[in-house]
């Protein structure tokens, strides 16, 4: 087998996760989604190290998992004060961002 | 041995593994994007992660594997279930869609850009697979870390101060400053006699219950459930469980049983009746 | 000794600048610093003068380089003064009279609290008058040349409060302006034609280039000196400009500054000899301006106006002289100075009975003023019969000559022009008498009626000196006024003798303008007779009329030409249609123009835009979902067109 | 490497501008000193330039250049030529006088208005414009030159904004919305002008690879670099649109009698004896240099043009009620008399053009000044509401006069010279040309005596009767101006001794020749 297919696989992970992030409208399962992506890319930039046969590519993986951490984090602390104050978790309520 | 299970290019049990386990992370992601439930969600979310990790370790990048369970499966994914306890784990939203043509908007995106990636992979010649043979050759492990601490080390320091700061964000998000003193047993049983209400203790989860789970409403004496004996959480939650009917039944149940035990002749309905509206 | 003609413009202009910084504090001695500094400059003329005369004829020419006025590639203008017989003639008149005028103002202005800016703009005239005469290059005398416009429109809206003076003062600078045009227009054609604008390569180089250019030349200037010298078509200013002070008048109304413009021709003379299209237009200019001129001098009742419509025909005679050529150079600057001595003299005598009158300017409101003012009477008769032409006086010699060099241009122009002349001799005799009688003659009209004419100017020193009475009572004015008067009449006696008696003046003239005698078909006695026919005729019309009949207070309707005459022959009129109100209404539909159509396209544009934006924001819902879509779909193009990219 | 002095005389009041707006809003005498001393150090500094550059020595002189975005080829590059030397030091003189004159223009207003004005913020932003004006006038890189052009637009479009005359007959809130449209059009104007320069600007890029004014004209010159005459035009039309906005030329003129309008007498002088000078000087350095062969192609439209600013200009300021809107409409015809001397590409016409940049920029600022002096007084900017004021402040009258004779080129005032420099360089080569825009004198007559006429004399108007005269602080700005203009007048040799051999080296750039006298030519 190729492993190109792990790229396949990630392709389509990032892109499951991508339309999720559309279309669930509970901030928690949009920020899920959003790790799925960000996984998938993970998964893309391991696969591409074992490609080229350097490990440049982890690095970033890993980097990319720490970035994620960060942003799990003060994404979901956003999201608890966001619930304590208008008790629902529903990015359609903040809608003020119009003219 | 494993280095080598890396460097050459794939195995049959590489293959086996990926389109049996590849099958299941699809799957899981498309659970995670349409369960109703947040927590739902989450667990799928969380079988996708641990096989991701497997294909990592498949793809010869043995550390990453492990932190991908430790760090994601473990701290990343818990976070989010706490996070969901707290906002509500039965709390299901709806899939029906609020904005007009969103979703097919976001389908249709999302396909047009599935296909494109795809393709894309697909007519890019990747063919010349050379392993991590020699990149791994002295441990995994080793080799992130001579290129964490020397190529990258600036990145490294920046995803440091990166993560403090996020530490330091979520705490003033999160953290909610008291303006007032917190009252004293004493004020408040003051206040209460002043308003006039719950002049007594509040009643206790499952008093005068029949049985004592904390989402079930005790009954008052005159057999009605109260609500103020379930705590204030689920309470806003709507999680709570009605007793009575269950609970007559119980009883009858129970009462069937000590019939049968005790060889005793039934009782009309009427006079249980009696006994229950003697109650 | 060259340096001297630098001191002799510095002076006044020093002055100028003294008194228009030097603030009230100035106020007291102000006037009494304009008029030595004027006696200043005119010393220094004396002595230049004295200095020509030592050298012998040939060589009486003075130049002085003071520095490179404006050097650009291929184009060099410097400060350099030439003084030479013409220059001179011109510094002597412009001092001497200047002098002699800001002595009389001394007492004209005694009561004006602005007296020390008057004598700082006489000043300033003079300054910028020397620097006209004594210019080397035509671009320096083009800057003394708009000097003296300058000081002409500050003088003229001297009393600024008047609005009338205001618009006479704007109207003079205007009429001016387009003369100016002409002037630079010339210079700028000399400028490609000999690629300078010094007098000598220009007027030396004449012979290189073609007559065209140089009528084209002639023309311009011709143009500017209308402007100055207000001939027709550009005359309609100088009427106007008597609602300055009557000293204004005689200074530079009457003697010096509007003769310049026969100053320009003359120098230029080389050029005009050399285009005779330029030379006839410039004789026509003349003689129709000497008998329009004349026309109107006849009808106005204003004694003021009646003079400065004398002193356009006069200028009249010497740009008809001018434009004679060598023949009438001359003359035209001897009857230009002698004309300088007689018309200040005589403005300075109208100004004397004003000044008697409560500024009374109307002559019909005069009358038997001979036994209140004699010295004034004195020195006007003496002015009027020089003017007239009485023989053995100034007027006489110098327009008697003029005369004569029309008809020696031979052929019929010389006819057509000698006959203006001498029927422009006949309406001067005519309206000059008529204006002496309706003054000092006849019965005193001016008895038991309150004279003050409405537009009379508050701040005339006088009229607030003498209050509001019922009625006037003449009275001689003071020395420093009469002294000015009783010189300048004397010269008007013996200046035209003294001139011509052994031909003085030519020989001083010529070498500069050059001389050439015209065979005259008629002889010099014939057109002496002539003229002195033409003199009688005119004075003994005026008498029938004015003389021996008393002078109604009103006017009397009169005929056509005594209303348009009176009307400026209706030039302002035609102003004001065609060039006024056109203008008007050019302005304001420019004005309409520039804002609805130039800047209604911008706006328009704007609008348009704005609305789009408006039907594009609806877009923006506030939905991040709704955002992240277009985001996700961008995405996906942006990764289609690196795919297309990649294809192609 | 020796001391910086082009960069420093930019850099200093960009220096002076923060340092002003830091100031704590309590003390603003000292923002205001601290501005005045700023613009003073760069005169001084700017006189220093004037003393070290060497008229006869190399083109570019006193030049600075350090690689800055070397990817693109972008240089820190600066240089001076006898133009810009002369504009540096006009832009220099000029601001300490706008300061002073706009000493109490920024002070908050009276009770009763809920307008806020920042003085500290007024007068950095006046010092930022200062600092960016130089530097363009002294780019030799076309990039560099391009951002500062453009950046200026951002402090002009607060000082229009922001500060306008507390004169206003229609009350503070018509003011104040006049006031911003005013201020969006002088932006929009001006940035639609910079994005199709820019275009041109990464045309040249494409072409030339570099952005060097230098290396690109020597190329030029010595045909190296080959341009396709259509590139050249298009490149040439890009550059020339954004100045000929700038600049401003008919029918890209309607910014400029609202923003003068608009803004505060100081600023209304910024704008048009400044900030649009840079218009003018970029035509004659960038698109003459740059261009030659589609200049030239160009000339007959541009020389049409520039006739119709000076007529079309002149003929509106006679119409106008407004008596600043009156000087902006004068500006406009000038400017076409400045471009009209460019563009004649005689060295008579180029000289008398960058002489008339200096000489306008303090005509303007004289009358100018003194109208806002005037406006301030009486609160009315109508000129209806005047009538005899000359009875009343006969210095302010004088002043006034002197600045409209000024304005009207009277000879012995500096704006003769240079305007008569322009006529006869366009009429030795376009005679008709020159004719038509001799026109322009009378009329400039015509509008400056009509103004004078119906605001300082005729009988004395109730409302100016109590009119205090000019106070010293006002004299102080306006005496220097006008013995300036006095001093050019009779004696210009110090700025054309600069300039000339600038021209020479820019008419050998387009490859032009004076036409001969025709006395010599036969010959």
């Given at each position: 087998m190729n492993p190109v297919n792990y790229l396949y696989l990630s392709a389509l992970l990032f892109t499951i996760g991508a339309t999720g992030v559309l279309i669930r409208r509970n901030a928690i399962v949009v920020f899920m989604c959003i790790e799925l992506m960000l996984n998938a890319c993970n998964l893309a930039f391991v696969t591409f190290s074992r490609m080229h046969g350097n490990l440049d590519g982890q690095v970033i993986a890993f980097f990319t998992m720490v970035v994620a951490a960060a942003e799990v984090v003060v994404g979901l602390a956003i999201i608890v004060s966001l619930f304590r104050s208008r008790h629902s978790a529903s990015v359609d309520d903040a809608s003020l961002m119009k003219l | 041995m494993t280095a080598q299970l890396a460097a050459y290019s794939t195995s049959t049990g590489e293959a086996f593994q990926f389109w049996v386990l590849g099958t299941v992370a699809v799957i899981g992601a498309l659970a995670t994007v349409f369960m109703k439930k947040a927590v739902h969600s989450a667990l799928s979310l969380a079988g996708t992660m641990i096989i991701l990790a497997v294909f990592y370790l498949a793809n010869g990048a043995y550390f990453l594997g492990i932190v991908q369970v430790v760090v994601y499966t473990g701290a990343i994914m818990m976070l989010f279930l706490f996070v969901v306890m707290l906002v509500g784990v039965t709390a299901a939203d709806s899939l029906k869609e609020t904005i007009k043509g969103q979703r097919w908007l976001a389908l249709l995106c999302g396909l047009g850009f599935g296909i494109l990636l795809?393709?894309?992979?697909?007519?890019?010649?990747?063919?010349?697979?050379?392993?991590?043979?020699?990149?791994?050759?002295?441990?995994?492990?080793?080799?992130?870390?001579?290129?964490?601490?020397?190529?990258?080390?600036?990145?490294?320091?920046?995803?440091?101060?990166?993560?403090?700061?996020?530490?330091?964000?979520?705490?003033?998000?999160?953290?909610?400053?008291?303006?007032?003193?917190?009252?004293?047993?004493?004020?408040?049983?003051?206040?209460?006699?002043?308003?006039?209400?719950?002049?007594?203790?509040?009643?206790?989860?499952?008093?005068?219950?029949?049985?004592?789970?904390?989402?079930?409403?005790?009954?008052?004496?005159?057999?009605?459930?109260?609500?103020?004996?379930?705590?204030?959480?689920?309470?806003?939650?709507?999680?709570?469980?009605?007793?009575?009917?269950?609970?007559?039944?119980?009883?009858?149940?129970?009462?069937?049983?000590?019939?049968?035990?005790?060889?005793?002749?039934?009782?009309?309905?009427?006079?249980?009746?009696?006994?229950?509206?003697?109650? | 000794m060259e340096n001297l003609i630098a001191l002799l413009v510095a002076a006044p202009l020093l002055g100028a600048a003294v008194l228009l910084c030097g603030?009230?504090?100035?106020?007291?001695?102000?006037?009494?610093?304009?008029?030595?500094?004027?006696?200043?400059?005119?010393?220094?003329?004396?002595?230049?003068?004295?200095?020509?005369?030592?050298?012998?004829?040939?060589?009486?020419?003075?130049?002085?380089?003071?520095?490179?006025?404006?050097?650009?590639?291929?184009?060099?203008?410097?400060?350099?003064?030439?003084?030479?017989?013409?220059?001179?003639?011109?510094?002597?008149?412009?001092?001497?009279?200047?002098?002699?005028?800001?002595?009389?103002?001394?007492?004209?202005?005694?009561?004006?609290?602005?007296?020390?800016?008057?004598?700082?703009?006489?000043?300033?005239?003079?300054?910028?008058?020397?620097?006209?005469?004594?210019?080397?290059?035509?671009?320096?005398?083009?800057?003394?040349?708009?000097?003296?416009?300058?000081?002409?429109?500050?003088?003229?809206?001297?009393?600024?409060?008047?609005?009338?003076?205001?618009?006479?003062?704007?109207?003079?600078?205007?009429?001016?302006?387009?003369?100016?045009?002409?002037?630079?227009?010339?210079?700028?054609?000399?400028?490609?034609?000999f690629g300078t604008f010094a007098f000598g390569p220009v007027l030396d180089g004449v012979g290189d280039t073609s007559e065209g250019k140089l009528t084209a030349i002639g023309l311009m200037l011709l143009l500017a000196a209308c402007g100055k010298s207000a001939q027709v078509p550009l005359q309609s200013w100088l009427g106007d400009a008597m609602e300055g002070p009557t000293p204004v008048s005689a200074l530079i109304h009457a003697a010096t500054m509007v003769t310049a413009g026969v100053y320009l021709i003359v120098r230029s003379g080389a050029i005009f000899n050399a285009a005779p299209d330029a030379q006839l237009a410039v004789t026509v200019v003349g003689a129709v301006t000497l008998l329009f001129g004349a026309i109107v001098g006849c009808a106005k009742d204003d004694i003021k106006k009646a003079l400065a419509g004398s002193t356009m025909s006069q200028i009249g005679y010497m740009i008809l002289a001018a434009g004679l050529g060598p023949i009438g150079y001359v003359f035209a600057i001897m009857h230009l100075v002698t004309h300088g001595f007689f018309k200040a003299g005589l403005f300075l005598g109208a100004g004397s009975v004003m000044h008697g009158m409560n500024d009374e300017v109307d002559m019909r409101k005069y009358g038997g003023l001979r036994k209140y003012m004699p010295v004034t009477f004195i020195t006007f008769g003496l002015g009027y019969l020089a003017i007239i032409g009485f023989p053995g006086l100034s007027g006489f010699f110098s327009k008697d000559k003029i005369i004569e060099a029309a008809f020696a241009k031979g052929g019929t122009e010389g006819w057509i022009l000698g006959g203006a002349a001498l029927l422009g001799a006949a309406i001067t005799a005519f309206y000059m008498t008529r204006v002496m009688l309706m003054t000092f003659f006849g019965e005193e009209r001016w008895r038991n009626q309150p004279t003050r004419s409405p537009e009379a100017p508050s701040a005339e020193p006088v009229a607030e000196h003498h209050g509001e009475h019922a009625e006037p009572h003449p009275h001689e004015s003071p020395k420093v006024m009469t002294i000015p008067m009783i010189l300048l009449a004397v010269g008007s006696v013996f200046g035209g003798a003294f001139f011509s008696i052994g031909d003085r003046f030519l020989h001083w003239l010529e070498p500069v303008t050059g001389h050439s005698e015209g065979d005259s078909p008629v002889s010099a006695a014939t057109v002496t007779g002539a003229t002195m026919v033409c003199l009688i005729i005119g004075v003994g019309i005026a008498y029938a009329m004015y003389g021996r009949r008393p002078v109604p207070a009103v006017a009397p309707r009169g005929s056509l030409l005594t209303r348009a005459a009176r009307r400026d022959l209706l030039q302002d009129d035609f102003n004001h249609v065609v060039l006024v109100r056109g203008g008007e209404h050019l302005t304001r539909s420019l004005v309409y123009v520039d804002h609805t159509l130039v800047d209604g396209v911008v706006n328009g544009t704007a609008a348009s835009v704005g609305g789009l934006s408006g039907r594009m924001r609806r877009l923006q819902n506030g939905f991040a979902r709704s955002y992240a879509v277009s985001m996700f779909g961008g995405a996906a193009v942006l990764v289609a067109a690196t795919l297309l990219m990649r294809a192609v | 490497m020796s001391f910086p002095l082009l960069t420093a005389t930019a850099v200093l009041p960009a220096i002076g501008a923060i340092a002003t707006a830091a100031v704590p809003a309590a003390q603003r005498t000292a923002a205001k000193w601290l501005a005045l001393l700023v613009s003073l150090a760069t005169l001084a500094l700017a006189i220093t330039i004037l003393v070290r550059f060497d008229p006869d020595g190399g083109r570019y002189?006193?030049?600075?250049?350090?690689?800055?975005?070397?990817?693109?080829?972008?240089?820190?590059?600066?240089?001076?030529?006898?133009?810009?030397?002369?504009?540096?030091?006009?832009?220099?003189?000029?601001?300490?006088?706008?300061?002073?004159?706009?000493?109490?223009?920024?002070?908050?207003?009276?009770t009763g208005s809920r307008r806020w004005r920042p003085t500290q913020g007024f007068f950095a932003l006046i010092l930022a414009v200062e600092a960016m004006v130089i530097i363009s006038f002294e780019a030799t890189d076309v990039f560099l030159f391009y951002i500062f052009f453009e950046a200026m637009l951002i402090p002009m479009y607060f000082l229009i904004g922001g500060f306008g005359d507390r004169a206003h007959e229609h009350g503070e809130e018509a003011a104040s919305t006049q006031r911003s449209y005013a201020a969006v059009k002088f932006l929009l104007y001006n940035l639609i002008g910079g994005l199709i320069m820019l275009a041109a600007v990464i045309g040249l890029y494409v072409v030339a690879g570099n952005f060097s004014l230098q290396e690109i004209a020597q190329a030029r010159a010595n045909g190296s670099l080959h341009m396709a005459t259509s590139t050249e035009r298009w490149l040439f039309l890009g550059f020339f649109f954004a100045f000929a906005v700038k600049a401003p030329l008919w029918p890209l003129h309607t910014w400029l009698p609202n923003a003068m309008q608009e803004s505060t007498a100081p600023v209304a002088v910024l704008i048009t004896a400044v900030v649009d000078k840079v218009g003018t000087f970029a035509m004659l350095r960038f698109c003459l240099q740059l261009f030659p062969e589609a200049s030239k192609w160009a000339t007959p439209v541009i020389l049409v043009l520039a006739l119709i600013s000076i007529v079309y200009g002149a003929l509106l300021a006679v119409g106008q009620r407004d008596i600043k809107r009156l000087v902006a409409y004068a500006s406009i015809s000038h400017f076409g008399f400045i471009i009209l001397g460019i563009f004649a590409m005689t060295s008579q016409g180029q000289s008398g053009a960058t002489l008339y940049m200096v000489n306008h920029g303090i005509s303007t600022a004289a009358l100018m000044l003194v109208a806002g002096f005037l406006i301030s007084r009486r609160g009315s900017r109508l000129i209806a509401d005047y009538g005899g004021v000359q009875k009343v402040a006969p210095v302010l009258a004088g002043t006034f006069l002197i600045g409209g004779l000024a304005t009207l080129s009277l000879p012995g005032l500096a704006p003769f010279v240079s305007e008569f420099l322009v006529l006869v360089g366009t009429f030795t080569r376009y005679p008709a040309v020159g004719i038509i825009a001799t026109f322009g004198i009378v009329l400039a007559a015509l509008y400056t005596l009509v103004l004078y006429q119906r605001t300082m004399t005729g009988p004395v108007k109730q409302e100016v009767s109590a009119m205090p005269d000019l106070r010293v602080r006002e004299l102080v700005v306006v005496a220097p101006l006008i013995v300036l203009l006095i001093f050019l007048g009779v004696y210009p040799k110090p700025v054309t001794d600069i300039v000339n051999p600038a021209v020479k080296s820019t008419l050998s750039d387009v490859h032009k020749k004076d036409p001969k006298p025709s006395v010599e030519a036969a010959k």
């Open positions: - | 795809l393709g894309g992979i697909g007519n890019a010649s990747l063919n010349d697979f050379n392993g991590l043979g020699q990149a791994n050759g002295n441990g995994n492990v080793e080799g992130l870390a001579a290129l964490i601490f020397t190529k990258y080390v600036f990145a490294f320091e920046i995803t440091g101060a990166l993560l403090i700061t996020a530490a330091v964000g979520a705490m003033v998000l999160t953290h909610r400053e008291r303006t007032e003193r917190a009252k004293t047993q004493r004020e408040l049983s003051e206040q209460r006699v002043r308003e006039g209400k719950y002049v007594p203790p509040l009643p206790a989860p499952g008093v005068y219950a029949r049985h004592n789970a904390v989402d079930i409403a005790g009954l008052l004496p005159d057999g009605t459930p109260s609500d103020l004996t379930v705590s204030k959480t689920l309470r806003d939650r709507g999680q709570i469980r009605d007793v009575s009917s269950e609970a007559l039944n119980d009883l009858r149940a129970l009462e069937q049983r000590s019939e049968e035990r005790l060889e005793r002749t039934e009782i009309e309905p009427a006079t249980f009746k009696r006994e229950e509206a003697s109650q | 603030g009230r504090r100035l106020d007291a001695v102000g006037h009494w610093i304009g008029t030595v500094l004027a006696f200043v400059s005119f010393a220094f003329g004396v002595i230049l003068f004295a200095d020509l005369l030592g050298k012998d004829a040939e060589h009486r020419t003075l130049m002085q380089h003071l520095f490179s006025w404006v050097p650009v590639e291929g184009f060099q203008a410097d400060v350099t003064f030439r003084l030479d017989q013409l220059s001179m003639t011109f510094v002597l008149l412009i001092t001497g009279v200047g002098s002699l005028i800001h002595l009389y103002s001394v007492g004209y202005m005694e009561h004006d609290e602005r007296r020390r800016r008057f004598f700082g703009y006489l000043n300033l005239f003079l300054a910028a008058m020397l620097l006209l005469v004594v210019a080397d290059n035509y671009l320096l005398l083009y800057v003394g040349w708009e000097g003296v416009g300058l000081a002409s429109y500050l003088l003229i809206g001297f009393w600024q409060h008047k609005p009338s003076a205001a618009t006479a003062a704007k109207k003079a600078f205007l009429v001016n302006r387009v003369g100016d045009m002409g002037l630079s227009i010339a210079i700028m054609l000399m400028f490609t034609t | 002189q006193l030049t600075e250049s350090h690689s800055w975005i070397a990817d693109f080829g972008v240089r820190y590059e600066l240089g001076v030529d006898g133009i810009a030397v002369a504009l540096i030091a006009l832009t220099a003189l000029l601001m300490p006088f706008i300061i002073l004159a706009g000493w109490h223009d920024a002070d908050p207003l009276e």
